[in-house]
C-alpha cells in the first residue's frame, strides 16, 4: 500500500500555495505549522515573511486566508495576536485519513519509508568475553536496538555491529591454564544454561588469576602465550575459540532474557579485525596522520591537551609493537566503510568514552575514510543510577549483575500482573510478567534522552500509573478487552459523524505517528516515540472516559469508536515494537 500524507502534511501543503499565491517570492517558505492548544494547529511563519517583505503582518495573513478554500481538509482559518494562522481540521477529514492509515495491511499505519535511504551500521550491544555482563551493559544494548529498529522502519538499511572485547593480554592467562587443566570446561550436560556457562568461565578466571598472582613460572608461561595468540597459533587460537563460543552461549541468554535479536554473524569483536592492525598503522604513518613520538605511533590534535599543557595524542601502536584499541576502532572504520559501504557510522557508547571517539573519528577523517559522504556519530548514553542518585551498586558496593536486575524487574512485574489478573494460568502469569518487567526497563532507559542519566527504581518502573511501560501496555490491554466484548459488532470507519473534543485529539494525534517515527529516526531519539505514545495512551484515557463506546448513540456511533479504539491499539503495539516491548492481549 501507497504511505498516506499526514494531515499536517497536507495542510502545510495548503498553506504553502496560499502562500505563493499572495506572494510569489514566497515560493518554499516554511508555513511553521505546528500543534496548537488554541485551535488544531497554528502557522506562525508569516511573521517572518512580513518583515522580510516590510509588510503589516495581520494584513499580510488576512491575504493569505482569502487565498485558502475551506472544506473538508480545513474547516476554519482566522488571524489571530501578530499575524498567526489558526487552523482547524474537518472531523471527516480526521476520519478519513484514520482510516487509511487502518486500511493499510502491511501493518506501517500508512507510514512512508525514507525517500533517501542509506546504509547505517550500528555498533552496540559490546560485552567482553569471559565476563559478565553488568548494569553498565544495559543502555546499550537497549537503546541500540531501539535506534535499530526505528532506522530499519523508516526504510534504512542497517547493518549491525556488537565489538564484543574477545582479546587482550587476559586470554593469555586463561588458557595456558586451562591448557594446564583442561576439563575446567567440560559440560555434563549437553546442553548448558548461559549463567551455568558464566559460572564456569567465573570460577576458572579465578583460579587462573590465583595462580598467575602465586605462580611467577606459570605468569611466564602464561606471558608467552599471549604471544602464541598475537601470532595465531592453531592450538592457542583453538583454546581462545574455546572461551568465546562459552561466552556467547551466556550473551545469548542474557539478549533473549532482554527479548532482543542478537545473531551471531553480526558479532564481530575486536578479534575480527587484526589482521588490519598492520595496514591501518601503515597508511596512517605513510600519510602524516600519524607520526612516532618515543617509539609510538601517535596522533596529536591541537585542541586536546593535558594538565600540564601538552599534547594528549591518540596512541595508535605501542612503543612495544602491540596495538591499542584506537588501531581496532580505526580498522573498524575502514571495515565498515569500504567493506560494508556505510554512509554512517553510529556508536552506542558510554558517554565516558567521548573523548576516544572524538580522536578516532578525526583520525579517521584526516585519513580520508570519514567524509561529508560518510559520517560517524557516537550515540552517547548516561550512567544508570540507583535511587540515592549515585552510581548503582549493591550493597555490598559490587557493580549489579544484569541477569540479577532483570529477574528483579521479572518478579516484581508478575506479582503486579498477579494481583491484575482474573482468569490467566500460573503459565500465562510467568509469560506477561516477562513482558512487562523486561518492557518497565526498557522504557524507563528509552524514556530518557540518552546522554542523560537515570535513576532505576523499579517501584516506579512496574507503576500503573504515570509514565511508565504498563501504563501504556495496560491502555492496548483494555482496548483489546473492549474489541472482544464488541462481540459481532466490527469497527468501521463513519466520516460523516461529527466528532466529540477527546475523539479529535485522539485522531489528530495517532495522524502524527509517522512524523514522529521519521523525528525519532533521524534523531536517533527513542525518547521522542516513548512520550508520543505515553500522550497517545493518556488521549485514550480521556477518550474512554467521556466517550462511551459500547454504548454510545447510534450503532454507527458504536462502529466509529471502536474504530479510534483499534487504529489506536494498532499504533501503540507498532510504537512499541520500535521500542521493543511486547504488549500483551491481557493484562
Not at 555498533?123 to 526505528?150: C, F, T, W
Not at 576458572?204 to 605462580?215: E, G, I, P, S, T
Not at 540507583?386 to 551498586?393: A, E, H, S
Not at 500522550?535 to 463506546?549: E, I, M
Request: include cysteine; charged fraction near 25%.
Amino acid at each position: 500500500m501507497a504511505s498516506v500524507t499526514s494531515l499536517s502534511d497536507s495542510v502545510q501543503q495548503h498553506l504553502a500555495s496560499a502562500l505563493t499565491a499572495t506572494r510569489p517570492e514566497a515560493a518554499g517558505a516554511d508555513p511553521l505549522l505546528r500543534r496548537s492548544d488554541r485551535a488544531d494547529y497554528q502557522a506562525n511563519g508569516i511573521l517572518a515573511l512580513a518583515k522580510k517583505a516590510k509588510a503589516n503582518p495581520r494584513e499580510l495573513a488576512a491575504e493569505v486566508v482569502s487565498h485558502i478554500t475551506t472544506g473538508d481538509l480545513i474547516a476554519d482559518v482566522e488571524v489571530s495576536g501578530p499575524g498567526f494562522l489558526n487552523i482547524t481540521i474537518g472531523d471527516r477529514a480526521i476520519t478519513a485519513n484514520l482510516a487509511a492509515r487502518y486500511a493499510d495491511d502491511t501493518g506501517r499505519l500508512g507510514v512512508p519509508r525514507s525517500e533517501h535511504p542509506g546504509t547505517t551500521v550500528i555498533d552496540y550491544a559490546q560485552p567482553n568475553v569471559a565476563k559478565e555482563m553488568h548494569v553498565g551493559h544495559l543502555r546499550s544494548a537497549v537503546i541500540g536496538d531501539s535506534v535499530r529498529q526505528i532506522l530499519e522502519f523508516a526504510g534504512e538499511t542497517v547493518v549491525r555491529r556488537h565489538h564484543i572485547g574477545d582479546w587482550g593480554t587476559q586470554f593469555g592467562m586463561l588458557i595456558q591454564y586451562l591448557d594446564e587443566h583442561p576439563h575446567e570446561l567440560d559440560h555434563k550436560d549437553a546442553e548448558v544454561s548461559g549463567e551455568e556457562a558464566m559460572s564456569n568461565l567465573d570460577r576458572l578466571y579465578k583460579a587462573a588469576r590465583k595462580k598467575f598472582d602465586a605462580d611467577e613460572e606459570f605468569k611466564t608461561r602464561a606471558r608467552r602465550r599471549v604471544v602464541d595468540l598475537q601470532a595465531g597459533d592453531p592450538h592457542t587460537l583453538a583454546m581462545w575459540q574455546k572461551f568465546v563460543d562459552e561466552s556467547k552461549i551466556y550473551f545469548f541468554s542474557v539478549f533473549e532474557k532482554l527479548d532482543m535479536d542478537v545473531r551471531d554473524p553480526d558479532i564481530v569483536g575486536e578479534s575480527g579485525y587484526n589482521d588490519m592492525l598492520a595496514e591501518t598503522c601503515r597508511l596512517l604513518e605513510e600519510s602524516g596522520v600519524a607520526v612516532r613520538s618515543e617509539g609510538a605511533l601517535c596522533v596529536f590534535f591541537e585542541d586536546i591537551k593535558g594538565p600540564d599543557g601538552n599534547q594528549v595524542p591518540l596512541i595508535v601502536q605501542k612503543s612495544d609493537g602491540g596495538y591499542g584499541y584506537a588501531a581496532t576502532d580505526l580498522s573498524a572504520i575502514r571495515d565498515r566503510v569500504f567493506g560494508l559501504k556505510a554512509n554512517t557510522l553510529l556508536y552506542v557508547v558510554d558517554a565516558r568514552q567521548s573523548l576516544h571517539f572524538k580522536m578516532v573519528f578525526e583520525t579517521a577523517r584526516r585519513a580520508g575514510w570519514l567524509n561529508e559522504d560518510v559520517t560517524a556519530q557516537q550515540l552517547a548514553f548516561g550512567t544508570v543510577l540507583g535511587k540515592d542518585g549515585k552510581p548503582f551498586k549493591t550493597r555490598e558496593g559490587e557493580t549489579v549483575r544484569l541477569v540479577d536486575l532483570l529477574d528483579e524487574a521479572i518478579d516484581r512485574a508478575s506479582a503486579v500482573v498477579r494481583e491484575k489478573a482474573q482468569d490467566l494460568s500460573e503459565e500465562e502469569i510467568a509469560e506477561r510478567g516477562a513482558q512487562v518487567g523486561i518492557g518497565a526497563v526498557k522504557y524507563a532507559d528509552l524514556s530518557t534522552s540518552a546522554n542523560r542519566d537515570y535513576k532505576f527504581d523499579l517501584d516506579q518502573m512496574v507503576s500503573l500509573n504515570g509514565d511508565t511501560s504498563v501504563y501504556l501496555q495496560y491502555a492496548y490491554a483494555r482496548i483489546q478487552s473492549i474489541l472482544r466484548k464488541a462481540g459481532d459488532t466490527r469497527p468501521a470507519a463513519r466520516p460523516e459523524l461529527a466528532l466529540a473534543p477527546a475523539e479529535r485529539a485522539l485522531g489528530l494525534h495517532v495522524d502524527a505517528f509517522a512524523e514522529t517515527v521519521a523525528e525519532a529516526a533521524r534523531e536517533y531519539a527513542p525518547h521522542k516515540l516513548t512520550a508520543y505514545l505515553y500522550q497517545l495512551a493518556s488521549l485514550y484515557t480521556s477518550f474512554y472516559d467521556k466517550c462511551p463506546v459500547l454504548k454510545a448513540e447510534t450503532p454507527e456511533q458504536v462502529e466509529n469508536r471502536l474504530f479510534l479504539c483499534d487504529v489506536t491499539a494498532r499504533t501503540l503495539h507498532r510504537g512499541m515494537a520500535l521500542l521493543g516491548i511486547r504488549t500483551p492481549e491481557r493484562l
